[in-house]
Structure formats: C-alpha cells, structure tokens
C-alpha cells in the first residue's frame, strides 16, 4: 500500500467533506476549517508525481481560490450567501480533484497488472 497515496486522497476527501459541511451549516469555523484541510491537500499535492499530477494540483489551487475568499467575505461583510456560492465552487474542484485521482488510480493499477 503507498501510505503517500492514502495521505493526499484522505485530504482530499476530508476537504470535499469539510466544504459539504460548511454548506450544510455555514460559519465561520466550519470554512476555516474547509479552507485549512483544503490548504494542506494542496500542499501534499505539490510532491505527488504520477500522470495527472498537474491536474490533481491546479484543482486544489482553484478550490483553495474558492475557500480562502469565500472565508474572507463571511467573516469581513458576513455575506453567507456569496461564500456558500464559492464554497460550492470549491465542492465542484474537489469532486474533479477526486475524479482525477481514481482515474489516475485505475491507470496505476492497470500499469501494475500487466
């Protein structure tokens, strides 16, 4: 098992759930914590080398992109419904983030078998 591989798919799907959970209940903890998992997934990103490496990683940075600021307008102007809509930008750049990393999966794995 690549405990490598397990750490950044375990990041990935805690900012996915984290996020969902800001959704769900928006405050400002609940996004700050979205943004930080979401923030520690990308860097965990940046070492990962394997075919869709580039793309695993610019997904990452647009979720960050959609978590930070949505973080800064709730807790600057407190327009929840703004940072649910970047938040969920966010949820869309992790599903693919997810995507590309089983479809990366399923290629290794096929790699391996033959």
Do not use: Q
């Not at 990308?42 to 990452?60: F, M």
């Amino acid at each position: 098992m690549d405990w490598g591989k397990v750490t950044y798919i375990f990041f990935s799907l805690m900012s996915l759930t984290t996020t969902a959970g800001f959704i769900y209940e928006p405050n400002a903890v609940a996004l700050f914590l979205a943004a930080g998992v979401n923030v520690i997934s990308t860097i965990l990103k940046i070492g990962v080398k394997n075919l869709l490496a580039a793309e695993l990683l610019a997904s990452s940075l647009v979720a960050d992109l959609h978590l930070i600021p949505a973080f800064m307008v709730l807790t600057f102007t407190g327009d929840e419904r703004l940072s649910i809509a970047l938040a969920i930008g966010a949820v869309v750049a992790n599903l693919f983030s997810i995507a590309l990393a089983l479809i990366e999966s399923a290629k290794s794995e096929s790699k391996d078998i033959y």
